[in-house]
């Protein structure tokens, strides 16, 4: 069965400083990856995803990630939190049932940032 | 193309009652999906259907809730005798089919808020 556990149900930076919000996965197959953000009162927007075409992938706002496969690791970050970051965030993997259909998150991380 | 739609955005019902959500998904979109979060939570897969069919159900889904799709376009989740802990966020998606695997993506409504008092 696959699953994310995403560390730190909060995370607390400083306007301008290093965003890491920490998504580890368990797949038996090639897994399909995914960050999403929430803002308050609404629905969720993808980030950015990881299909095996390259390790580092870029997304949307100044956020990246890396897929580590001997870590089983899918961490996002941003150089700079910027106030608007503010949200929740939640990693997905694709499962195999149904050809990638279904999506399994972890619980979310909640960014707060402060001026 | 005005994204994902859901209705209604809040709910309140009391316990015992039916209710019933609408989610209309992005025109061409023949794959949706319903979710549950719960507060503190990611959202929990519920069920999908290609088209009007539905494909694949979680046990989350007690048989008090049906969904359906009768034309392939907007589908309708209800759950009937409602309890507390049906409390929840709502999330209907939807995606293309045509192209296999995630190269297409799920793209998500704002939600239906359920308060179960």
């Known amino acids: 069965a696959q699953s994310v556990t995403q560390l730190g149900s909060h995370v607390s930076v400083s306007e301008g400083a290093l965003v890491l919000l920490r998504c580890n996965y368990s797949?038996?197959?090639?897994?399909?990856l995914f960050w999403y953000v929430q803002y308050p009162n609404q629905g969720l927007q993808l980030l950015l995803k990881y299909t095996s075409a390259a390790t580092l992938v870029k997304g949307i706002n100044g956020f990246e990630a890396e897929f580590k496969k001997s870590e089983t690791s899918f961490h996002l970050t941003k150089p700079s939190a910027h106030m608007s970051d503010a949200a929740e965030y939640f990693c997905?993997?694709?499962?195999?049932?149904?050809?990638?259909?279904?999506?399994?998150f972890g619980a979310g991380t909640r960014l707060a940032v402060h001026p | 193309d005005t994204g994902v739609s859901q209705n209604p955005r809040h709910k309140i019902t009391k316990r015992g009652q039916n209710v019933t959500f609408r989610c209309d998904p992005i025109s061409e979109h023949n794959r949706l999906y319903w979710y549950r979060q719960t507060l503190g939570q990611g959202p929990e897969f519920l069920t999908y259907f290609q088209n009007e069919a539905q494909l694949e159900k979680s046990r989350l889904l007690s048989d008090r809730f049906s969904a359906e799709r009768p034309k392939g376009s907007f589908s309708t989740l209800e759950i009937q005798r409602t309890e507390q802990g049906d409390s929840a966020m709502y999330l209907c998606a939807s995606r293309l089919g045509k192209l296999a695997g995630p190269k297409n993506i799920q793209y998500f409504g704002a939600g239906t808020r359920l308060s179960v008092l």
């Open positions: 997905a993997v694709g499962t195999l049932s149904g050809g990638y259909n279904k999506l399994i």
């Open positions: 797949s038996s197959v090639p897994p399909y």
